[in-house]
């Protein structure tokens, strides 16, 4: 073996072949035969030449092979979020099948209530962006991805042109939950809901007033849709169980009720964590879930440590919504034109939810 670093050339004349052929050998596809490619790689074996230098490949292509994903909020509490983890999981497995990296970008906290945009999403190379919790009015980061010229793929929500959506039927779902707790007797609801927008606010709100975040407004809407106006609203600064826990003992709080006949009797949590909290915080009040209070939630994790109860709730496919994000990327990179996908999600009906208790 030579003493000095062997080189795709050397590998060339070894194999009895020019340059270019050397190069197609190496690559995923090209005009050649695979008697010739064989070859060429037995001379690199040979030689020890592990093949060409990725950073020169990424110059002639132009593409650095790495996918922004843009989380939008700190990442130790996305981390401790299933939802979040699932999501990431499929789509980092589907880019990585692809040959694709994954760049992390967490949310930057607000300024004076103003959002800062991520450095990252400023100065890091990628080849596309996603926006993996969507976008939302004059939008900052989406800004600045424009300005650099970054393609992007929008985790769900509003529509941006030119860019792929990926995102679920979580208003028609909600709509559906909410009717089957009609359907059960229930008449008096309360809501416990993802943030409305930036800045970490946590307590009672007016589900008609402005929402930034899309999730919180679809669903929102699915209960309106039902014809379901909450006699309390309660938005969480995130989807925490510790968030639902405090909801749930200010929703339900003999101070705020103090004629139980008019307390709510069912809580309907925009996510499973939240009204995973909700059982915790109605039983620290006294409360029996279901038979004093029905809790639902969304999202359909598996929560074995709440022990014999089986939330109720409206189960969406995480992994599969991350895997249709990185063939979206795959579809951008492509050329193709975007297109919008929609998942499907399902009622589950657990043991957190039953009829209303008697008058």
Partial sequence: MSAHKPTLASVAEAAGVSLSTASLAFASSGPIAEKTRAKVLAAAADLGYRGPNPLGRQLRSGRTGIVGVVIGDQLRRSF??????????????????????????????????????????????????????????????????????????????????????????????????????????????????????????????????????????????????????????????????????????AILSPDRFPDPSQRPTAIIAQSDLLAAGAILGARELGLRVPEDVSIAGFDGLDLPWLGADVLTTVKQPLAEKGAALGHAVQSLLAGDEPTVTILDVELVIGTTTAPPPAP
């Fill in 80 to 249: 401790r979020d299933p939802v979040s983890v699932q999501v990431l999981d499929g789509l980092a497995s589907t880019l990585g099948a692809l040959g694709l990296g994954v760049l992390l970008i967490p949310g930057t906290p607000p300024v004076d209530g103003r959002r800062v945009v991520a450095p990252l999403v400023e100065d890091a190379g990628m080849d596309v962006a996603i926006l993996i919790w969507g976008v939302h009015a004059n939008d900052p980061t989406l800004d600045a991805l424009q300005r650099r010229g970054v393609p992007v793929v929008v985790g769900e929500g509003h529509p941006v042109e030119g860019a792929p959506l990926v995102g679920i039927a979580d208003r028609t779902g909600t709509a559906e939950l909410a009717r089957y707790l009609l359907d059960l007797g229930h008449e008096r609801f309360a809501s416990i809901t993802l943030p409305f927008g930036f800045g970490g606010h946590a307590g009672e709100v007016d589900p008609a007033g402005p929402v930034d975040w899309t999730a919180t407004q679809h669903r929102l809407e699915g209960l309106a849709d039902a014809g379901i106006t909450p006699v309390v609203c309660w938005e969480a600064e995130a989807s925490l169980v510790e968030q639902g826990h405090a909801a749930a003992l």
